[in-house]
């Protein structure tokens, strides 16, 4: 458990460094928004998530039953996370901020399109 990170995790790195090379600068882990999202945009009022499959519950209604050691801790903690995720996209939407998350596999197998979704998104609002 001490090995796994929630900060710096590989796909997190490689979209932040592809924006880099692009020229868009950013903020991480910025602790002042509810989240403490991955990546933020300030300017643009922008707030981008990576969320690792498992802690974050990717299609968890077949997942859910496929967890088969310690049921009673890891059932309701990621239930807790998704909740948590729901309520800090929804009270960074009422403070008018745009929410963008990425599944890390997302970002392995469609990384053009996902950064493509972003680079739109800081386009159109400078425009």
Request: with cysteine; glycine share 4%; charged share 35%.
């Amino acid at each position: 458990m001490g090995k796994i990170k929630s900060q710096n995790t590989t796909p997190e790195l490689k979209l932040r460094k592809a924006l880099w090379n692009l020229g868009y600068r950013y903020r991480k882990n910025y602790k002042k928004l509810p989240g403490c999202p991955d990546i933020v945009y300030p300017k643009h009022k922008l707030a981008i998530f990576v969320d690792g499959e498992f802690w974050h519950g990717y299609n968890w209604a077949e997942k859910r039953s496929k967890i088969k050691t310690n049921r009673e801790f890891w059932i309701p903690k990621i239930e807790r996370n998704i909740q948590r995720d729901r309520q800090n996209n929804q009270l960074l939407r009422d403070s008018g901020w745009h929410v963008i998350r990425f599944w890390e596999t997302e970002l392995k197998k469609d990384f053009d399109r996902c950064l493509n979704k972003i680079t739109s998104y800081l386009q159109k609002d400078d425009a």
